[in-house]
């Protein structure tokens, strides 16, 4: 009989889990959409940063600043505009200003729908009939027009940069909490729901230690889709003469360019550097989303 050797003992044999940090580096090498997204937004955020620290953007994105319309240059890098602006202080300026708008409509849509899901999926009942009413009424009529009638009742001159963030995500929260109230509905009726429930936990505890926990994708997915929404929504009303006529948000300069006939006066480099930076900004937003989908759908997940 051939000898057996030593076997090794079973104590020895040890399967070390990957950090955190390796977990997270792995998943961000398998999703490139994500990290392009990232990416792009990190530079923005650089870029407007940078350029705060540098710039006097109190003055130089207003008009009558510095000599009007010159082309780009060593003195000028992106040039100026009809008015007198300096068009690198006007982005730095108005990139962060409509990130701002698309951050707090994203916020109060995505906060305002996730409270109206949850309370419709969970409770049931009256609450889930009337919050379902209202939502179905309103999501069919065209959200944007309504934004462009309350718009236009606004006096111009009381109008900001917040004001139109709040006009923005007066009708944001339709969508979420369509999303949310689908998504509670299937997790409330889970196994691990049942037993916390069994265990004598509150609705309370279920919802914030349970249900909340395993929504969290859908959640970022959906803070997204807001501030995406949201900044699409405040460009629309921006190029129609509708936002803050004196803040230099990326719409309004768009607006101003055209209104000037820019291109026809053969000021290209005017509307180019807005167009360029909202592209970017939805480019990497729809990035963004498309990467976090694989956190927020499951078959995605085992498909990988």
Do not use: C, H
Request: avoid cysteine.
């Amino acid at each position: 009989m051939a000898a057996v050797g030593p076997q090794p003992d079973a104590q020895e044999i040890r399967y070390e889990q990957p950090s955190r940090l390796t977990l997270t580096g792995r998943y961000l090498r398998r999703n490139k959409s994500l990290v392009l997204g990232l990416a792009i937004v990190i530079a923005l955020t650089l870029f407007t940063v940078i350029g705060s620290l540098t710039i006097d953007t109190e003055k130089r994105a207003y008009p009558l600043a510095v000599k009007p319309k010159q082309p780009p240059s060593a003195e000028y890098p992106l040039g100026t505009d009809f008015f007198g602006r300096d068009l690198l202080a006007v982005m730095v300026r108005g990139i962060w200003q409509t990130a701002v708008i698309g951050l707090i409509a994203g916020a109060i849509g995505t906060g305002v729908g996730v409270i109206l899901g949850f309370l419709s999926a969970y409770y049931g009942g009256v609450v889930d009939t009337l919050i379902r009413a209202i939502t179905e009424v309103l999501l069919p009529i065209p959200a944007f027009l309504i934004l462009v009638i309350i718009a236009g009742s606004i006096d111009r001159k009381s109008v900001t940069i917040y004001t139109m963030a709040l006009i923005v995500s007066l009708l944001a929260w339709m969508g979420p909490t369509r999303v949310m109230r689908a998504q509670v509905l299937t997790l409330k009726e889970r196994l691990f729901v049942n037993v916390a429930r069994l265990s004598g936990m509150s609705n309370l505890e279920i919802v914030f230690k349970e249900i909340l926990p395993n929504m969290l994708p859908f959640i970022l997915a959906s803070f997204v889709s807001g501030v995406f929404a949201g900044i699409f929504a405040s460009f629309g009303l921006s190029v129609l003469g509708l936002g803050p006529l004196r803040e230099p948000l990326i719409g309004n300069t768009i607006w101003f360019a055209q209104q000037q006939a820019a291109f026809f006066n053969g000021w290209w480099w005017w509307p180019l550097w807005p167009s360029l930076a909202l592209v970017l900004i939805f480019v990497s937003l729809t990035l963004i989303n498309v990467g976090l989908d694989e956190l927020a759908n499951p078959r995605v997940r085992r498909a990988e």
